[in-house]
């Protein structure tokens, strides 16, 4: 019996295919940028992209360090190695602390992150001096000893200090403004009073030891680390196995100011193709990227475009063009009255969609009402058509930022308006070239509802439209979708507290992004907030991730993506990308014994996660079976996944043993069947 278990458990080795646990977090982190390098023994430690890696010197191996491997936070600052009790030390903006070993084991020392204080906390610099570390922050200094792993003092003096020095029995410390607060390391040094401005002593004392820069710069130079370029994930989509993404060229209120670029992700080779070496048209700076799309006839043609410099179309991965005001119909977005010398190179592109003819359609902001901010241009001919419409207007001013658009599954283009002075939302019907704007703030109740951003927008499985604003998540239904003085949904969650009272679905948070899942469950991305997880049906919280309690990397989400065919969501944060594998798949429309099967296929006696079923129809009937035929679990499909924690009813693990996987269609017609070796 042992050997024949054994002979199973190889041949569905070969043939188990590898894919994520459900819950498993991933990060793609940049390594690109050298920032610091500090020696320690046979290590460079380097800070690069303000993430953090280690090269070894004598085997020439590199191992990178992020949230998955133990660090606590994201964005570190500053680092510094400590010889004496051989740790590095690396602080974040902020102003949590890691303290790092040389076998890589990391100790987190939070006190200063979580001290709630009205005194800025950033951390401007490190400095060592025997076993402690000496930081330099918004409101004075603070004393780490790094053999203990402990905040020992701190020095609250209410000014800025850059920098910090210790020579002979004095300790000094440097202000932004320039001056000097010295006093002798025996004093009470927590004592305002024992620090005095002092000109006696040298600005030497406070310079840097910068050897390992110097000497090993040219080496890491010739690094090559994985991941992406950036950690700037403003803008992405998942299509064909690769995720396309830019980095964003709009937050409330200006620019972003990131360099410009696409990164695009085979998942398949996990090789990101990053294309940034751009001249645009007019020598200006290529930054501020807000959008990213393919061409449906040939995935090697896409467009990207940008915050100020119009257009971009490649093609394998070469620039084409860079279509501006001067050679093609786009406009400036600046008024030539009020800006004569630099308005027609100011050229503002948001947001890029094809239509299902291969159309592509692009919103250029103006500030002028005359200007069109609408065109479509059809890559294969060649031809510009552009809009004014009178739905682009109101009160004399024009819908600026129309960005973040979606194709429905009528053919119709959204776009939301993210611009205070008239948020709203834009239909554009292609084939008739007719527009629609809803912005009657007015929910189901008449009850009005004052909103500044529109910031995403998407379509469910069933048809309806939710938009994320500023002041909460609403839904248009197809009834509010075909009459715009309608206004709009907020959906109800009863309090379930006997009462008959209710609230409304994330009423006020700040919403950025929304993605809909094989299941047909939203995930909402916020501003502060974190990511949310709410059911098909609207009435339940399945989950809240922040950076408290999970792995994600920031509680701002500036976008999401789904792989419908993995159920992995990538999320891109301003502490740059993660992703999270999802327990939903999209559905197929008919199960088949090829496309339904079982990870991880065998079941070792190590594993103790979940056990996925993939390839099933919406809401499809699962069950169960033990080899007798005995009703092991059951169940119903996420969109087309099926999740078993490999226990029996009553809670307990089941034997070694060939266990049958037997499905059928929510109307009860016959499934399929695979099956799962399970070994103890």
């Known amino acids: 019996m042992i050997r024949r278990v054994a002979l199973i458990t190889f041949i569905l080795l070969q043939c188990s295919i590898l894919l994520a646990q459900v819950g498993t977090w991933r ?6 940028e050298p920032q610091q390098i500090v020696k320690a023994d046979n290590l460079l430690f380097v800070r690069a992209s303000n993430s953090l890696y280690q090269y070894n010197l004598t085997d020439h191996s590199i191992s990178t360090f992020d949230k998955l491997s133990g660090l606590s936070d994201t964005y570190i600052t500053h680092i510094a190695w400590n010889k004496k009790v051989k740790r590095l030390i690396a602080v974040y903006a902020n102003s949590n602390i890691d303290l790092i070993d040389l076998n890589g084991n990391i100790n987190n020392v939070s006190a200063l992150y979580r001290k709630a204080m009205t005194e800025d906390k950033t951390i401007n610099n490190i400095y060592i001096h025997e076993a402690n570390a000496y930081l330099a ?50 004093n009470n040094l927590q004592d305002p009073h ?27 130079q010739t690094l090559k680390t994985d991941g992406p370029l950036y950690n700037y994930f403003n803008h992405m989509y998942f299509n064909g196995g690769k995720l396309y993404s830019v980095g964003g060229g709009w937050r409330d209120g200006g620019n972003f100011n990131r360099p410009g670029c696409a990164q695009i992700f085979d998942k398949s080779t996990q090789e990101w193709n990053v294309i940034s070496d751009v001249k645009p048209f007019n020598g200006h700076t290529f930054e501020d990227a807000t959008s990213i799309v393919y061409d449906p006839a040939n995935a090697k043609h896409f467009f990207m475009s940008t915050c100020g410099t119009g257009l971009y179309e490649f093609l394998d991965g070469e620039l084409v063009k860079n279509h501006t005001a001067d050679n093609s119909p786009l406009v400036s977005a600046l008024n030539p009255e009020q800006n004569p010398n630099s308005y027609v190179d100011y050229v503002r592109v948001d947001g890029l969609i094809f239509d299902n003819d291969g159309t592509l359609w692009i919103t250029c902001s103006s500030e002028s009402t005359q200007k069109d901010n609408v065109l479509s241009y059809n890559p294969a001919s060649g031809n510009w058509k552009t809009y004014n419409d009178d739905a682009l207007k109101s009160d004399k001013k024009i819908l600026t930022i129309l960005r973040h658009p979606i194709l429905d599954n009528n053919g119709y283009i959204w776009y939301v308006n993210d611009h205070h002075a008239h948020p709203c939302l834009l239909r554009i019907d292609p084939r008739n070239e007719q527009f629609v704007r809803y912005d009657r703030h007015v929910n189901q109740d008449d009850k009005n509802i004052t909103l500044y951003y529109y910031r995403a927008v998407i379509e469910d499985l069933q048809g309806n439209i939710w938009v994320g604003t500023d002041q909460g998540l609403f839904m248009y239904t197809p009834e509010q979708q075909a009459d715009n003085k309608l206004g709009f949904t907020q959906v109800k969650v009863p309090r379930n507290d006997g009462s008959d009272f209710a609230d409304y679905l994330l009423d006020g948070v700040d919403i950025t992004a929304i993605a809909i899942d094989g299941a047909n469950r939203k995930w909402i991305g916020t501003n502060g907030n974190g990511l949310y997880l709410i059911s098909a049906d609207n009435m339940q919280q399945i989950a809240h991730f922040t950076t408290e309690n999970s792995k994600l990397l920031s509680d701002n989400i500036e976008s999401l993506a789904i792989d419908q065919s993995s159920g992995e969501i990538y999320i891109g944060t301003d502490n740059g990308l993660c992703s999270y594998q999802t327990d939903a798949t999209e559905a197929v429309t008919e199960m088949d014994k090829d ?32 080899p007798s035929g005995k009703l092991i679990a059951e169940g119903r ?30 109307s009860g017609d016959k499934g399929t069947v695979c099956k799962i070796a399970i070994v103890r």
């Open 27 to 32: 990060t793609y982190m940049s390594y690109h």
């Open 137 to 186: 922050t918004g409101f004075g200094a603070v004393k780490i000893n790094m053999e203990r792993m402990e905040i020992s003092e701190s020095y609250i003096l209410n000014q800025n200090i850059v920098d910090i020095a210790i020579s002979g029995q004095n300790i000094y410390i440097k202000t932004e403004n320039g001056n000097i607060l010295a006093s002798l390391t025996t």
């Open 194 to 220: 024992n620090w005095t401005v002092t000109t006696d002593v040298s600005q030497s004392v406070f310079d840097d030891d910068n050897s390992a820069w110097d000497d090993y710069l040219p080496t890491i």
């Open 595 to 626: 496309n339904v099967y079982a990870y991880p296929n065998p079941v070792t006696p190590e594993y103790t996660g979940l056990i996925t079923i993939v390839g099933l129809t919406l809401n499809a009937d699962v069950k169960i079976l033990s």
């Open 637 to 666: 499909s996420n969109g087309g996944t099926f999740t078993w924690d490999g226990n029996d009813k009553s809670g307990n693990r089941v034997a070694s043993g060939i266990y049958m996987v037997v499905t059928a269609t929510s």
